[in-house]
């Protein structure tokens, strides 16, 4: 499967939070942590875990850029 | 300034494309491109240009988690 | 591959329109039609054309809900 | 009301959690169930409820497009 | 028609600018400018036009805080 | 600092519901009510409380456009 998104950052994960409804999936990305906030639903279909190797996904019109 | 989006990743800016209102901006961050698509404006605003340091800034709730 | 967004809609495209940076993608959907505002970049990458069999993806965080 | 989303599928709620804060509504869209990750205060407002006609309402720029 | 997204600030159009695909629509909402960024078909469908009411309505999953 | 987000509200906060995983934080600008739903790691790290001033801080890419 390939998607549109053009943002695939490779990584790890160090933790998962499970909410009521809603994780937060943590992944190092090169020494920089990402955060997922993503369904519980999804992070037991993919069956995350810590230590799995993962892609954070990010379509471009989600990301802003900030100058000192 | 300090923004609730929990993810900031440290980046060069290697290309910027403007269209006819939108801008994809590349940054790369640690060796992997991510591109911004944000408004013609907001480059010319924050003076946006190739060679300079800036932070991809993305909110958790934009972020996805994909595995091979 | 698998991602963590719930939500993928099987259609076919019936059209693209290219701007400078942005192009629409329009997906027939069991006859509603979904448009995917994506980058020009992606749809060259992943070789859209109409006729071609494609998912729309979305985030659940990114659906709303309307009543009449 | 008329909103600029190109987006909106019609559906019927099948299945409504919520969360401490947030919910998750699935509406059944012609057989595919697509999940709207919504406030517990817009389930209530709205009076949301199994068995009820919704839209999914998604905005363009939030559409990704997958091919297998 | 009622929407689940939480948030609905009511203004004046004051400026509108159609680019290639897509178009972003200035909205004064009491004295600061709100940009929307959204299709040239929806600004088409809905006769948006400089001095109409209107709403910019935005999911509450999109809106961060910042502080000084 | 200084983001692309074209769109920064000035506010009051003027209540924090925190979840499990998600906080909703309500801010008062100019007498309209605008939610936030952002991580309760993000109130924590901002220092976020009742009556603080604020700005709320949207991508215009995220911001629609409603007519009556």
Do not use: F, W, Y
């Amino acid at each position: 499967m390939k998607i549109s998104a053009r943002n695939a950052l490779k990584g790890k994960v160090v933790d998962i939070k499970k909410g009521s409804t809603t994780a937060h999936v943590q992944i190092d990305v090169n020494g920089s942590i990402v955060t997922a906030s993503i369904t519980n639903e999804a992070v037991e279909e993919l069956g995350l875990h810590v230590g799995q190797s993962v892609h954070a996904v990010i379509k471009s019109s989600d990301v802003m850029v900030s100058v000192p």
